[in-house]
């Protein structure tokens, strides 16, 4: 079976490559082969995809911030269309990443509408969507639709769309993360000068997957990060890099703001689990965070004239930007976006969740309540089953 997979950025190629390893599974249990070719990265291509365009370095939030995107964007978008034209695929499935796999999608259905589409971690329509339109387009070239949240089945099913709630892929992944101790030994072992020393604190910096977060993020998360150092001289902060390709800048930042910090290549997972705190953007990782049972703080930021547009002429609003919020829809981590993510309120928040013991432990509380709300083990798998029985 020939399945075509389009995905962009660093989170849509981690949760390709957790599709793609189930796949294979669910294929393998029933004598089936696969070929998977993909608009994705790194991660797909280690999974065993054809990678017809490394897509893991475009994307952006905003509308100001996508314009430097916008020629890669349909640059890739048509070299997918050409790719399936000419090689018609038995599946279509798209994850995330909506302006490319918007028009891939209206393309399947106006010239190949015999081959299924799933659409698997459909975009956040029902979080800020400010017309139908999109949505409609989505529910018309969609033969199912595989969602990862609670609300958002509810959204797309009520919008028409064939719905499975499948639960959250991150379920899968954390299930086998490692313990606070043995990230912190894992840490210490591979080299043996950045390990952490137990009378320490040790906070996690995720300032940016996105080369727009690095202007717009990194100084006030970075300031905010100072400010916690002056205050806690025993502190030590560690920086998973998500791109190569950041490791120039965050090193400049690291000495122009005096931090003691680490940064660390290949290794997220065990510098999230090894963390007591994280000041983090919002993404994927803020759930991640959640279930490695870390306080964290979320901070966003976009163009301020994105910003103005989206309030005052797109009439947007939305009600939370982290998903751990977004999941039971009230605000259970502290989240600072535009005028409001400055670094003396991350600071103060910071130096709540660190040293209050009652504030830390209604974090963990509501953690828990946001846990249920994920779906059981068995995401990968059970979206794998639900694709691979769609073909005709």
Partial sequence: MRIFISTGEVSGDLQGSLLIKALQRQAAATGLTLEIIALGGDKMAEAGAKILGNTSGIGSMGLIESLPYVIPTLRVQRQAIAHLKKNPPDLVVLIDYMGPNLGIGTFMKENLPDVPVAYYIAPQEWVWSMSFQNTNRIVGFTDKLLAIFPEEARYYQQNGAKVSWVGHPLIDRMANAPSRETAREKLGVKEAEIAIPTERFAIALLPASRHQELKYLLPIIFQAAQNIQSKLPNVHFWIPLSLEIFRQPIEKAIQDYGLQATIVSGQQQEVLAAADFAITKSGTVNLELALLNVPQVVVYRLHPLTAWIARHILKGSIPFASPVNLVVMREIVPEFLQEQATAENI??????????????????????????CLGELGVCDRTAKEILAMKK
């Avoid at 709540?352 to 946001?370: A, D, G, H, I, S």
Wanted: glycine fraction near 0%; charge should be neutral.
């Fill in 347 to 372: 600071t103060q928040a910071a130096m709540e969740l660190l040293l209050n013991p009652e504030k830390r432990q209604q974090t963990f509380t509501n953690y828990q309540e946001m846990r249920h």
